[in-house]
């Protein structure tokens, strides 16, 4: 039987304050543990007491209007999945308030079959408006997508985001598995097309990983780095880590702030990769090779070089790209993809 890989423990950052994070959070190329930088919201007072204070903490803000809820029977064990032939997922999703979803919870918690029941990336200032007002962190950013994550003893199999990301855990506690972006070969990673929540998951159970599928997976684990939290504390996650979630108690909330730097008119790269794979992906060997040098001299090698020899007034999208000329640009291709 092969010996799995230990992962490496996440730097940790004592004594950061909400709002007093250091620079070089936001610049790490590398996850980052924050002990403690959120241990003073109310909220996690709150939360640390019971679920009835939690609830009781809540009520203060959720507005008359449902969540969407994510429900698995007790045999998927906590993993939001695919079902077997992959032809659709291994939960349900309904509506209901936030007031149900916490009296669910509670009636589960000394269950011995409970269901896993999970609410996912729900817009904070929407559904618990104020709750900021007492509960926040400064970011290098003026507008987050700040968005709260509530259920019980869940497994969200490993995905990457775009946004860079600040995760902190207000109730129960959550194991974070990390993964550098190079390592997306070895993750074995899904559909792309039809996700369980609008990422591309890998298919390895981190429970249970199967090396006769997914041998590479050993190569993952040796790179992976691992985040054990507690209540009040915070995880940084660079752009595009890869990452495992278990949420490892029969109540658990968590706050994640979204943010990018670039204009929002670039849009999502990912619309990109797809539209790669349908014009390049299958072309013949020797007309990819020629694309990979284009992208390589355009994209990912780009540089002052590849417009300094044309008149600034005709360099077009060729130049570093502003909000103004991203839309521009962005527009041209709309209609090209329209024609």
């Not at 999945?81 to 009296?103: C, R």
């Amino acid at each position: 039987m092969t010996a799995l890989p230990v992962p490496a423990a996440v730097e940790i950052l004592e004594g950061c304050s909400p709002g007093e994070i250091p620079a070089r959070v936001f610049e790490s190329d590398a996850p980052l543990l924050l002990k403690g930088l959120v241990a003073g919201w109310p909220a996690v007072a709150a939360c640390r007491q019971s679920l009835a204070a939690a609830a009781r903490y809540l009520s203060g803000f959720w507005i008359d209007q449902p969540v969407t809820v994510y429900v698995g029977d007790a045999g998927i064990d906590g993993r939001f999945f695919y079902n077997e032939d992959f032809s659709g997922f291994n939960f349900k999703s309904g509506s209901a308030h936030l007031g149900q979803v916490l009296q669910k919870l509670a009636e589960q918690e000394s269950g011995a079959a409970n269901s896993a029941i999970y609410v996912g990336s729900t817009a904070v200032d929407r559904w618990l408006p104020g709750f900021r007002a007492q509960n926040d962190v400064t970011l290098p950013t003026r507008d987050p997508l700040v968005s709260f994550w509530l259920g019980n003893r869940t497994r969200i199999s490993a995905h990457y985001d775009f946004p860079d990301n600040l995760a902190c855990v207000v109730a129960g506690r959550r194991r974070f598995t990390l993964f550098p972006p190079d390592q997306v070969r070895n993750l074995y990673v899904g559909p792309l097309d039809r996700t369980p929540s609008g990422q591309a998951i890998s298919l390895v159970d981190f429970s249970q990983p199967d090396l006769g599928r997914h041998p590479r997976f050993v190569e993952a684990l040796a790179s992976a780095q691992v985040a054990e939290m507690e209540p009040g504390d915070a995880l940084f996650l660079p752009s595009m880590w890869w990452h495992h979630v278990e949420s490892m108690a029969s109540f658990n909330l968590l706050v994640n702030y979204w943010w990018c730097t670039s204009p929002p008119a670039m849009g999502a790269p990912t619309t990109a990769l797809m539209h790669a794979i349908l014009a390049l992906r299958d072309l013949p060997d020797r007309q990819k090779a020629a694309w990979r040098a284009l992208f390589d001299h355009y994209v990912f090698d780009a540089d002052e070089s590849v417009y300094a020899h044309i008149p600034a007034t005709g360099r077009g999208c060729l130049a570093p790209l502003d909000d103004a000329s991203a839309r521009k640009l962005r527009a041209e291709l709309l209609n090209r993809l329209n024609r």
